[in-house]
């Protein structure tokens, strides 16, 4: 099993920054495909970006592509979302999530596809 917990969320002003970790339990060596998402209350949970397992590749969300980053230390077993120019509409439950299964490159975007979820930490944005 891959137990993952983030770490990082808090209060921001709009315009901020705040950057979220993600650690995992277990050698990411192994190199999964993982992923960040969200969901605000009322919402359903949404994509925000993706790294593949060498980190080479990174899948971003139209609402945050250019203000968001995702990268991974697999040295470190962790995973990171440096978010700038933060908005209020970025406040949600952030989740950072694994597959560990096989899985369709196509399908990135879909929560559906990830087998193993942190607990979630709060980002809230002030306008």
């Known amino acids: 099993q891959v137990q993952l917990v983030e770490s990082g969320g808090g209060l921001v002003q709009a315009g901020g920054s705040l950057r979220l970790s993600c650690a995992a339990s277990?050698?990411?060596?192994?190199?999964?495909?993982m992923g960040w998402f969200r969901q605000a209350p009322g919402k359903e949970r949404e994509f925000v970006a993706a790294v593949s397992g060498s980190g080479g590749n990174t899948y971003y969300a139209d609402s945050v592509r250019g203000r968001f980053t995702t990268s991974r230390d697999n040295a470190n077993n962790t995973l990171y979302l440096q978010m700038n120019s933060l908005k209020p509409e970025d406040t949600a439950v952030y989740y950072c999530?694994?597959?560990?299964?096989?899985?369709?490159?196509?399908?990135?975007?879909?929560?559906?596809?990830?087998?193993?979820w942190g607990q979630g930490t709060q980002v809230t944005v002030s306008s």
């Open positions: 999530a694994a597959i560990t299964r096989p899985y369709s490159i196509g399908r990135y975007y879909r929560w559906q596809e990830y087998d193993y």
């Open positions: 277990e050698r990411t060596s192994r190199r999964y495909f």
